[in-house]
Structure formats: structure tokens, C-alpha cells
């Protein structure tokens, strides 16, 4: 009897610590069709703000191949609690390297609700472009992003 219990104790907190986490967001960017575009010697990091949750620092790097290349789609999964209605976020590139995107897009898999925010030019650490930029939506599921000095 007390190894099904305990059996049922350890069931039930697996249960709930994956409902707790069980909103997929997969996460696309468009880097710009522009020489050096491209992120090589930094990172870039997504902060999501929602109605419900919010969650800070999500890098965006696949460790298995070479993102945030030269005219590339990237798609990044995000596996989290559920943040409600998407109300901003913010790109931040870390380091020298400067990094020039057109959108990022995030996919609720749960809701099949989709965000897409323009932005069309560089974040970069080393010159006068701004290093942080916000994303705001500006109708239901489209937005733009600004800079951040």
C-alpha cells in the first residue's frame, strides 16, 4: 500500500510540474538580407510580457546549428507556463557583434495565436544603434518594435 501511495504522490507532482510548464511558443525571426547581419560573437535574448506571466531572458540560440544567419527564418521553442495575451517584449543583444532583424514572431501553440512585431534594422553593441529595442502590439496580433536608449 505505501508504494502505491508513494507511487501516486510522485504521478501527481509530475502532473502538475508539466501543467504548470505546458505552453509551447515557438519563437521565429527574419535576420536581414544585409552584409553582416548576421550574429556571430554575441547573444540574443527575448523577454515575453503578458497578461498572466511573464518570462525573462530567453536566449535565442539552437545549440545544434548556426542561427541568426544572413537572410534566414530561425525558429526557436520556448517551453513555459502560460502567459496569457502577449502585451510586450524586448530584444536584447549582448556583446560587440551587431545583429539586424526584420521580425520575430511568437507562435502560442496552445491557442494558435500569433504575434509578429516589425522592425527592419540593427541592434548593435558598438555603434550608435540601440542595443535593446521593445515590442508592442499595435493591433490584436501585429506590432511594431522601437529602440530603448
Request: net charge negative.
Amino acid at each position: 500500500m505505501k508504494r502505491i501511495a508513494g507511487f501516486l504522490l510522485v504521478l501527481s507532482t509530475l502532473m502538475v510540474s508539466s501543467a504548470a510548464y505546458a505552453t509551447t511558443y515557438i519563437i521565429e525571426t527574419l535576420t536581414c538580407n544585409l552584409d553582416d547581419a548576421d550574429v556571430d560573437d554575441s547573444q540574443v535574448y527575448l523577454s515575453l510580457y503578458g497578461t498572466a506571466n511573464q518570462f525573462s531572458y530567453f536566449q535565442l540560440d539552437n545549440s545544434d546549428r548556426d542561427d541568426l544567419e544572413r537572410n534566414a527564418i530561425d525558429a526557436f521553442q520556448l517551453h513555459t507556463f502560460d502567459l496569457g495575451d502577449l502585451t510586450s517584449a524586448v530584444v536584447e543583444l549582448v556583446g560587440d557583434d551587431g545583429w539586424c532583424f526584420e521580425w520575430i514572431a511568437i507562435n502560442d501553440t496552445s491557442t494558435g495565436r500569433v504575434w509578429t512585431f516589425y522592425y527592419g534594422t540593427w541592434l548593435d553593441g558598438d555603434s550608435r544603434a540601440p542595443q535593446l529595442v521593445v515590442c508592442t502590439p499595435e493591433s490584436e496580433f501585429s506590432g511594431f518594435c522601437s529602440a530603448v536608449r
